[in-house]
């Protein structure tokens, strides 16, 4: 069996035997994208995130990014292949994020769409389920291609339909591709793919919400300036307020504010904000507020 670190063919590096046989197959590399993937992406995906979870070398990653996703994020545990992936988008100029790491420890922001590319059925059926409680808060879509049943043991996920099915019972069903002919292929595989959507998380126009709290107004700003928070506009109105507070709860409090907004600047947002079916913030003004400073259109949302 082909080892995982070499699972996929990237364009310019050594070809085997199997890679020239995979690499016009319709069911690998760029074939499987083309045909089990891409069928289910939108027209323009400007503005949102993916995540390959399994990315081996990333070549789904350059993939989506060529296709328009702002920001593309891949996951892989096998060391040797995610070296090889980030050497390649050296090589390739891409901009994608490659992160070493199992699928159940990995800290990722809220995205658009999540791709589990014939990955799935390599963790134990706990694990994948408890990833699947996190995922339904922290990805719109989710994508899985399968295959023919791969495991006898109960305790690993499995390939088969039904069960990925039952997997997302509280998850709506998206989208579903067919296994395609065999024949005539020169690498041929049985493969499926079914999409569902989250029935929590959506995307709005930032500016579709109806904030009645401003004043953390011009707080990001001021911070990014390098004006001491003791010294922002938010703090001298928070602190008359919050007279009740002692001083280190205040301080606690503004600094775990400014914790908040360096980690959605760098990572992007984890945590949806909760509305109501107005588009009212029940909560979530102060990464409303950020994520407006730093020039967002767009926001992940929660309608209760």
């Known amino acids: 069996m082909k080892p995982f670190s070499t699972y996929q063919y990237l364009e310019g590096t050594e070809m085997t035997e199997r890679d020239k046989l995979e690499l ?7 074939g499987k994208w083309d045909n089990f993937v891409l069928p289910l992406l939108p027209k323009d995906p400007t503005g949102m995130g993916f995540v390959d979870m399994g990315c081996n070398a990333g070549l789904f990653l350059k993939l989506a990014e060529d296709y328009g996703f702002s920001r593309v994020i891949g996951v892989d545990s096998d060391e040797t292949a995610v070296k090889r992936g980030v050497e390649w988008r050296e090589k390739n100029g891409g901009k994608y994020e490659i992160h070493l790491a199992n699928m159940e420890n990995a800290d990722l922001p809220i995205v658009d769409y999540t791709v589990f590319s014939n990955s799935h059925y390599y963790y134990t059926v706990n694990d994948f389920l408890d990833y699947l409680d996190k995922l339904i808060y922290r990805s719109i879509y989710v994508i899985v291609i399968t295959t023919e049943k791969r495991h ?48 929590y998380v959506e995307s709005v126009p930032i500016d579709s919400l109806d904030s009645s709290n401003h004043v953390q107004d011009q707080f990001y700003e001021e911070i990014d300036k390098g004006v001491p928070y003791q010294k922002t506009r938010y703090y001298r ?12 709860r205040l ?8 914790r908040v907004f360096k980690d959605v600047k760098a990572n992007g947002l984890k945590t949806p904000i909760i509305v109501d079916k107005d588009k009212r913030i029940l909560d979530g003004n102060h990464r409303y507020s950020l994520m407006k400073y730093l020039g967002y259109k767009n926001i992940y949302v929660r309608i209760v």
């Open 24 to 30: 016009t197959s319709k069911f690998w590399n760029k």
């Open 237 to 248: 109105i928070l602190k008359p307020y919050r007279k009740h507070w002692s001083e280190e």
């Open 251 to 258: 301080n606690t409090w503004t600094e775990e504010r400014i």
């Open 152 to 199: 006898l043991n109960r305790c690993w996920a499995s390939a088969d339909l039904p069960d990925i099915r039952s997997y997302f019972k509280v998850w709506t069903e998206a989208g579903f591709i067919n296994e395609l002919p065999l024949e005539g292929d020169p690498s041929p595989r049985r493969l499926w793919t079914l999409m569902f959507k989250s029935p």
